[in-house]
């Protein structure tokens, strides 16, 4: 499933909305300053047309994120995120950075006729971990084999997924 999704993997995104996710080894929820250490952090983005691209990075910080946005947006693209410092500097590289403050209950606003906002990566983080949610727990090892299905199932939402195993599994199949 992971090959597949790096192959599908979205490349030269003109419009896109990033954000990153948190999975920790507790079921109860702490406000971001009192997360216990551990914990595991997944980076996404979602193009104009819903396309999805989810990875788990070592820490969010520029160093692990801008490689990803390198790989998956064309130089000139247009970039929404939310106002974290990692994502300070995008616009010196050459892409157009629009950004929504989270922490002042700003989620969106018009510019020149034009949303700026962070609502389908969100809305994707939202529908991931309720998936996840019915299994009652995954392994830490085995999260990026979910999150890669996942993105793989969001992304052929349409698509009649049986026929697409089928086509794979033929092309390459399990030995």
């Known amino acids: 499933m992971v090959v597949m ?3 599908e993997k979205m490349r030269n995104a003109d419009f896109v909305q990033m954000d990153e996710t948190y999975f920790t080894k507790t079921k109860e929820y702490f406000p ?3 997360l216990p250490h ?3 952090v997944v980076f996404g983005c979602i193009d104009s047309a819903g396309r999805v691209y989810a990875k788990i990075v070592p820490k969010c910080r520029k160093e692990h994120i801008f490689p990803i946005i390198f790989e998956v947006c064309a130089l000139d693209a247009t970039i929404y995120t939310d106002s974290a410092a990692m994502y300070k500097g995008l616009s010196k590289l050459g892409y157009k950075h629009h950004s929504v403050n989270h ?3 700003e989620f969106s606003r018009y510019e020149n006729g034009v949303c700026i906002t962070t609502n389908r990566i969100e809305g994707y983080w939202g529908w991931l971990k309720v ?3 019915k299994f009652r727990g995954v392994k830490w090892d085995n999260l990026d084999v979910h999150i890669a299905e996942s993105v793989w ?3 052929h939402r349409q698509d009649d997924i049986y026929k697409l195993l089928l086509k794979e599994f033929r092309a390459r199949p399990l030995s």
């Open 5 to 7: 999704v790096e192959q």
């Open 32 to 34: 971001k300053w009192k």
């Open 38 to 40: 551990e914990e595991i």
């Open 103 to 105: 922490s002042s209950m």
């Open 131 to 133: 998936r996840l949610a």
């Open 153 to 155: 199932r969001y992304n």
